[in-house]
């Protein structure tokens, strides 16, 4: 469900944050495949252009969670430089939670977008 | 769902937490690598890339933090944390947790164990099928109370027209009240043995849903008159005299010389005597055949399980109406019947109700001192702990994480002691339960269930957060900066603690007061009992039971058994005088209508205890000759004698002498007064004599059935009982003489429940009393270490180890006056309450009201000598020195 947009509007930013990195995650997972934690963050920099100046540790506790739900689950794996690396991957439950939350996301966006667009006049 | 989910792995996660840390450990520490090695390709220098990587990677430990609060269970982890370390704490101060353990252990298995009594007597159903239902059916007419057990049972006829006209009941049935009469000998295998058994109607144990354990319940046939002979038998019998046979169910034993079949044998929980008759031990129960003791006047004890659904007050209104038809139907009993219906669990406890309700106030009370000098001892300890404490505010700790750490430590003291309380009160209800010989009701059936187990856990809690609360709130309020100031300097202490601390003290002394004062009530109530004049002199007094009634038909035959036994005893040496009764005081009563010839009695005749007697019983007895003269050997078959008591002569003649009078008993007229003798409280020690009378023994009939031997000996009555046996051998070997009791044995047991209720009372005041004076010890000992310097410099000044010790004193006893006034006051406000429990005392008795608060202020400054004996003897020098 879209918790992150209408039941959480009430509490502190951590929450809303917190939803919106893990989206981003399930959306990056949905993409790239397998990815481990720097991996992740990195991709979520590069596609919001540098823009969302992250604290990149503040992922792991999104990762966390979303592994405590069942939406990812995680392995370890070598990195690039042969390390031992923990990648994530989305799960079956992941991929349904990502489609419904990308809908809601839009359906929320379209109502905000046409609300901003609405002129005193029109609503006469 | 995913909820659930997330909650199970929280919980997997609290478990496997040390795993998942390395993982997290792991996971940052590649992350970090990775990131640096971003920067180095982006031109950084290794340390200026490392540098960079942690800044962008954000607070690496505050982000551990916030993954480990989502890992697992916080809350259960730092309270797992917070017992841990209060355990350690706690540890490390063995000897505080020592006596705190021992002082909450006292006051909850002090709970425990009432409640366990409660909960059994009150709160607990009855031991029997739709308890809840069943009703106790006394008989009720004008002063019935005055005629003992005839008073309150009922004739048989009544019972059948009850049985045949109500609409109220599913069942009615009934016992044979007198049943001590009943007393058989058992023969067969091994010694003859006095046995007691009850006669019960034959539905009497399915209404009460009790099934024998081996064999069956009685017959229809066998509970007809000239039916087949059958007797149940109680599980101890069958132990005892058995030896656990099931082979023993069916077997013919002769029970007073008549072959009885043992049809089964009742389970080990029933318990008839701890219900019905507490006190008396029950063996056997025989079928009551209703057609046999129609004729003998009030004798049932009747009830009788309601219909569902029907209040007791409708049946009582039903029998009320049935009064008139079956009035019609006997008109002669008129007057002399009645009912009066009771739930059978009130009639059972009800008149311990008042008692119970008082043990639990001073339990109650009990735990709420423990709770209070807990407090105080967790004060005194939080002052020592108090740099400790602001150390941990100083580096972060918040101040409701700190009340939560004391807590937690309260919480874990309240259960180390409710663990060892919980055992002092299995032991002490075990204890209990197998006291014998005490008149209370179901005593047997006391113990540690689910709710008293329940009880405890909700108290101890209670407490633990009771006593928890005053520390951690002057906690929550000190200053950080005042603390560790003052923890090092050794201050004389804030104002306001110390205040706080009197307090708890004041209000320590004042509870013990009032419990003291309670059972100082209750001592002297128990006193002025046993002080009683019950008329006859129980002291080197016994008497042993025998019954001619069964092997000698002819009541001129069995006065020529008893006259031979007593020639016998006689012989025996240490005995002094030797007489017989067929109803010992504080055993059996009984009681005939009597009345002055002549006399009308609109509210019908006094009923009056009726004893037969042999000649020398009251000089056996020490029943002292008012007037008149006792009965002679020639007082036999139809002698006219009758002897009274003076409440007897009183009433039938008052202000004239009543020797010569003649009396009418039954409605007979052709009784001659020859004697008066004082009053016996037949009833018990706190009931008034009734109306007694004595009739000739000698003259034959009913009182020969079944007598007592009354011997007055100076040696130790136990001593006699074997020489007895030998001499009254040779007359009949099969005779019962197994029950050899002591007359300050029956006395004993009369007064059992008051000194059972004394006995705990004066416990709980006594353990009040300790507690108060450990209260003050600690608060004045406390005191004194603290003001150690000051006294230091005014000694120096030139005060006298006198001026210090007097100053300690003063304040020991300000503390202790201010507690006991209090203490005072509250107490003459509960004892009111007390009213029904006390004998021969007013509540707010005098002596009591001086002794109690006296008591404790010399308790108090008993518990201030010590400190004050330190301070005096304080070193100005090194108290000055001592920093």
């Keep these: ?124 | 769902m995913k909820a659930l989910r997330r909650m199970f792995m929280r919980v997997l996660g609290a478990l496997t937490a040390g795993r998942r840390e390395a993982r997290l450990r792991e996971e940052v520490e590649e992350h970090l690598a990775l990131l640096t090695e971003e920067k180095i390709r982006a031109g950084m220098t290794p340390e200026e890339a490392r540098r960079a990587a942690v800044l962008k990677f954000g607070p690496v430990e505050s982000i551990k933090e916030e993954y480990r609060e989502q890992r697992g269970l916080p809350w259960a982890e730092t309270l797992w944390q917070d017992v841990r370390y209060a355990a350690r704490t706690l540890r490390r101060d063995a000897g505080f947790t020592m006596v705190a353990v021992a002082i909450i252990a006292i006051g909850i298995g002090a709970n425990t164990a009432i409640f366990s009594v409660l909960n059994t007597l009150v709160l607990r159903p009855l031991p029997f099928f739709a308890a809840d239902r069943l009703v106790w059916i006394e008989n009720d007419f004008p002063n019935n109370r005055q005629h003992g057990l005839s008073g309150i049972t009922s004739r048989v006829d009544i019972y059948w027209e009850w049985q045949r006209l109500n609409q109220s009941f599913e069942q009615l049935e009934a016992y044979n009240a007198f049943f001590n009469r009943g007393s058989y000998s058992l023969a067969g295998d091994g010694e003859p043995e006095r046995v007691v058994g009850v006669e019960v109607s034959r539905n009497l144990f399915p209404m009460l849903g009790v099934v024998p354990r081996l064999g069956r319940q009685f017959s229809e046939e066998e509970s007809r008159l000239g039916g087949p002979r059958a007797a149940l038998i109680s599980h101890a019998l069958w132990e005892r005299r058995f030896s656990s046979d099931p082979a023993a169910v069916g077997r013919t034993v002769s029970l007073n010389d008549q072959a009885v079949t043992i049809v089964g044998v009742m389970p080990r929980e029933f318990d008839f005597g701890s219900v019905f008759s507490p006190g008396t031990r029950v063996d056997l129960f025989t079928p009551l055949l209703l057609d046999e003791v129609k004729n003998w006047g009030n004798t049932l004890a009747v009830l009788g399980r309601l219909k569902p659904g029907l209040r007791i007050e409708a049946a009582q209104s039903e029998f009320q109406a049935l009064h008139g038809p079956i009035a019609e139907k006997y008109p002669q009993m008129s007057k002399w019947f009645g009912a009066r219906l009771e739930p059978l669990h009130d009639s059972v406890s009800g008149r311990l109700q008042m008692a119970l309700m008082l043990l639990a106030g001073a339990v109650g009370a009990v735990l709420l001192i423990v709770c209070v000098n807990m407090g105080n001892l967790l004060l005194v300890r939080g002052e020592a702990r108090r740099k400790e404490i602001a150390v941990r505010t100083a580096i972060g700790a918040s101040r409701w994480r700190i009340a939560r750490q004391l807590m937690t430590e309260s919480l874990l003291l309240a259960a180390g002691g409710a663990i060892i309380g919980l055992m002092l009160a299995v032991a002490a209800t075990r204890g209990l339960a197998r006291l014998q010989g005490v008149n209370l009701p179901l005593l047997r059936e006391v113990g540690v269930d689910g709710a008293v187990l329940t009880f405890t856990v909700l108290v101890t809690i209670a407490s633990g957060l009771l006593f928890g609360l005053a520390p951690a709130l002057a906690v929550s309020q000190a200053d950080v900066h005042e603390s560790l100031k003052e923890a090092a300097r050794g201050m004389s202490e804030g104002l306001r603690r110390a205040r706080v601390r009197s307090v708890l003290v004041v209000s320590q002394v004042a509870l013990a007061c009032v419990l003291v004062a309670a059972a100082g009530l209750l001592i002297r109530s128990f006193m002025r009992v046993l002080d009683v004049d019950l008329g006859f002199r129980a002291e080197h007094l016994a008497a042993l039971r025998v019954d001619p009634s069964t092997r000698y038909e002819s009541s001129e035959k069995r006065v020529a058994l008893i006259e031979e036994l007593v020639r016998r005893v006689r012989t025996v040496p240490g005995i002094e005088t030797v007489s017989v009764t067929d109803a010992l005081p504080l055993d059996r009563n009984r009681s005939w209508t009597l009345g002055a010839k002549g006399q009308e009695y609109p509210n019908g005749r006094p009923g009056a205890f009726v004893r037969f007697v042999m000649p020398g019983y009251f000089q056996a007895m020490g029943i002292p000759l008012r007037a008149g003269r006792d009965f002679s050997e020639s007082d036999r078959k139809d002698s006219p004698a009758i002897i009274l008591n003076e409440t007897g002569a009183r009433t039938l003649w008052p202000g004239e002498s009543a020797i010569g009078r003649i009396a009418s008993i039954r409605g007979r007229d052709e009784f001659h007064v020859v004697g008066v003798v004082g009053d016996v409280r037949h009833s018990g020690p706190e009931e008034q004599a009734g109306v007694e009378m004595y009739l000739p023994l000698l003259a034959g009939g009913d009182g020969t059935q079944s007598v007592d031997l009354v011997m007055r000996t100076k040696l130790d009555p136990q001593a006699l009982a074997s020489s007895v046996r030998t001499v009254l051998r040779p007359v009949d070997a099969n005779l019962p003489v197994a029950e050899f009791k002591q007359l300050e044995s029956l006395v004993d047991r009369a007064v059992s429940p008051r000194r059972t209720i004394v006995w705990l009372l004066g416990a709980f005041a006594m353990i009040a009393l300790m507690l108060a004076c450990v209260g003050i010890y600690g608060v004045v000992s406390y005191t004194v270490s603290r003001r150690a310097q000051e006294f230091g410099i005014r000694m120096a000044l030139g005060a006298s180890g006198r001026d210090v010790r007097l100053d300690v004193f003063r304040r020991t006893l300000w503390l202790a006056v201010a507690g006991v006034a209090l203490g005072t006051a509250a107490g003459l406000l509960v004892t009111g309450f007390m009213g029904s429990l006390l004998y021969g005392v007013q509540a707010r008795d005098p002596l009591t009201f001086a002794a109690a608060p006296a008591v404790l202020v010399a308790v108090a400054l008993l518990a201030g000598y010590l400190p004050a004996r330190r301070a005096a003897r304080i070193d100005p020098i090194s108290a000055l020195r001592m920093e």
């Design chain 1, 1 to 124: 469900m879209a918790y992150f947009l209408w039941e959480t509007h009430m509490k502190d930013k951590k929450d809303v944050w917190q939803g919106t990195l893990a989206l981003m995650v399930l959306k990056t997972l949905d993409v790239m495949g397998p990815l481990h934690g720097y991996g992740i963050a990195r991709r979520i920099e590069q596609i919001s252009g540098d823009q969302l100046a992250v604290n990149q540790g503040t992922l792991y506790p999104v990762l966390l969670k979303l592994e405590q739900e069942g939406s990812i689950a995680s392995e370890w794996g070598a990195s690039e430089n042969n390390r031992r690396a923990r990648y994530y991957r989305l799960t079956r439950s992941g991929r349904k939670q990502l489609e419904a939350e990308a809908r809601s996301w839009l359906e929320t966006t379209a109502i905000i977008e046409r609300f901003f667009e609405a002129k005193a006049e029109n609503l006469r």
